[in-house]
């Protein structure tokens, strides 16, 4: 909106981002520079399955994929005139999540490793890295609670891209020790509201 009706900026407050891939994200790259192009309309129908359980009625992944990889991104930042430290006149923020162990998630469990040992994005939410979700003032990472077994062995640790928003694909949502992503959306109005927004 603020590229298109630059007016507008005085209208907006604020702009925060959660978890959002700014420059991309390596799990996008490697679906569309690894899989045959005459394989992305399958892939495309399973992940809008997911679309479907995520509330989207038409969704389209395969077009939001390919709009998500490294080389679109950099596109568009340059449209916006790479706004990296934020919109003229907006106080801009942007927080993240990671994965640092064992989750129950096994889709972004598997998007974690992916990104991990194929992208070189480590730490990662299973969907976009840290470093792409910085952007302007960076508030900082939401992990979790560690959870242990009897033994001591590391079970669960991290907040995957979709629990910090509070869905769940395979698990029910809020279902993420040490996260309650309620609780981390009211910090978020509570500390514009400090800023005077």
């Known amino acids: 909106m603020i590229m298109e009706n630059p007016e507008m900026a005085d209208k907006i407050a604020s702009f925060t981002t959660v978890s959002t891939p700014h420059r991309g994200t390596s799990l996008a790259d490697i679906v569309f520079g690894v899989v045959p192009d005459s394989a992305h309309p ?56 990671a994965i640092t162990g064992m989750i129950n998630d096994p889709l972004l469990q598997t998007g974690e490793f992916v990104m991990r040992v194929f992208g070189n994005e480590s730490p990662n939410d299973g969907a976009v890295s840290i470093q792409s979700a910085e952007y302007a003032d960076f508030k900082g990472i939401e992990y979790g609670s560690k959870v242990f077994d009897e033994y001591g062995n590391e079970l669960f640790h991290g907040v995957s891209h979709f629990a910090i928003v509070d869905r769940g694909i395979f698990i029910f949502p809020g279902n993420t020790p040490g996260f309650h992503a309620p609780s981390f959306f009211r910090k978020i109005v509570k500390d514009l509201k400090a800023r005077g927004f």
């Not at 997911?50 to 490294?70: C, F, V, Y």
């Open 42 to 97: 399958y892939l495309g129908d399973m992940v809008n399955i997911i679309g479907r359980m995520q509330g989207d009625p038409d969704p389209d992944s395969l077009e939001a994929g390919k709009n998500l990889t490294s080389e679109e991104m950099a596109a568009f930042n340059a449209l916006t005139d790479n706004w990296e430290d934020g919109i003229p006149g907006v106080y801009c923020q942007s927080y993240s999540s």
